[in-house]
């Protein structure tokens, strides 16, 4: 018996990096996969992969800032796929412009960054609230290291904000929603090698070097090293979890 068999699960920027290994993992337990993402081509070509492996899996594009859209989709997955009972908000972007600099760059961040990374599990959570109440589900939230510490990670105010938001959001859905047997969790992954971050890893060898100083495991994760965690917050594993936060950091935020 397969972890995740009987479920339909939705994975939001299920196009690359985390979301796209979280969508495949998911489909290897056996559960029916939803792949959403702003790159409809990518998202396609990720769901065809996980079909030429054997699973199930279907793409939509949506772009999570938009609340209507997440409505839609809401629908359109109902009606294509069936029920869902995991939905991983994964979705999200980052940049690192300091606080104190370029006011444009700031106020863009800013509005970037709050409107994907935390209006937008706000909007997809709330847009799949139903299906997720009715099948007893479970909600799987991409939080960060930069859900709780600041110091060691500069000129990132914006993304360190929608982080903070992000576990608040567990946290308050998790209070509210374990009545009706909802489950609502947290992954925090430390420093992982994706698209997200290429750029940023190529130019500035001192920002990967401030994260390897304290990371025991000393190296980088990889979008695989999250899938673990994931399947874990979404199978019965972890029936008596919720409100929490998984650390997937390599042990950044033990030391
Ligand atoms: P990634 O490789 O860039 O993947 C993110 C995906 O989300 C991309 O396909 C992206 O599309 C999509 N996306 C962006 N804006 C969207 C929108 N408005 N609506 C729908 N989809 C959208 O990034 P990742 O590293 O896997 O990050 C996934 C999550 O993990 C994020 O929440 C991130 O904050 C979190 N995280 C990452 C790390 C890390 O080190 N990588 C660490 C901690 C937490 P485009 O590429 O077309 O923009």
């Not at 567990?170 to 994706?194: D, H, M, Q, S």
Request: glycine share 10%; with cysteine; proline share 4%.
């Amino acid at each position: 018996m397969k972890l995740l068999e009987n479920h339909i699960a939705v994975v939001t920027g299920a196009a690359s990096g985390i979301g796209r290994a979280i969508a495949a993992g998911y489909a290897r337990e056996g559960a029916q996969v939803a792949l959403l993402d702003i790159d409809a081509r990518a998202a396609e070509a990720a769901a065809q992969e996980i079909r030429e492996a054997g699973g199930l899996a279907e793409s939509f594009h949506l772009d999570v800032r938009r609340r209507e859209d997440c409505v839609a989709v809401a629908r359109r997955v109902a009606e294509q796929v069936g029920r869902v009972s995991i939905l991983v908000n994964n979705a999200g972007i980052n940049r690192r412009n300091a606080f104190a600099g370029d006011g444009a760059a700031v106020i863009k961040d800013w509005e970037d960054i709050i409107a994907i990374n935390l209006d937008g599990v706000f909007n997809v959570t709330h847009a799949f609230l139903e299906p997720l109440r009715a099948s007893q589900g479970r909600i799987v939230n991409i939080a960060s290291i930069q859900s709780f510490v600041h110091v060691r990670t500069p000129n990132s105010p914006a993304y360190t904000t929608s982080k903070h938001g992000v576990l608040g959001f567990t946290r308050a859905l998790a209070a509210e929603l374990g009545k009706y047997g909802v489950r609502v969790n947290a992954i925090g992954p430390g420093l992982i090698e994706t698209p997200l971050n290429a750029q940023a890893r190529a130019n500035n060898p001192d920002l990967v070097r401030i994260f390897m100083d304290h990371t025991p495991l000393g190296r980088p994760g990889k979008p695989e090293d999250i899938v673990g965690p994931a399947i874990f917050l979404a199978s019965d594993l972890s029936s008596y979890v919720t409100g929490s936060i998984v650390m997937a950091d390599g042990g950044y935020r033990a030391i």
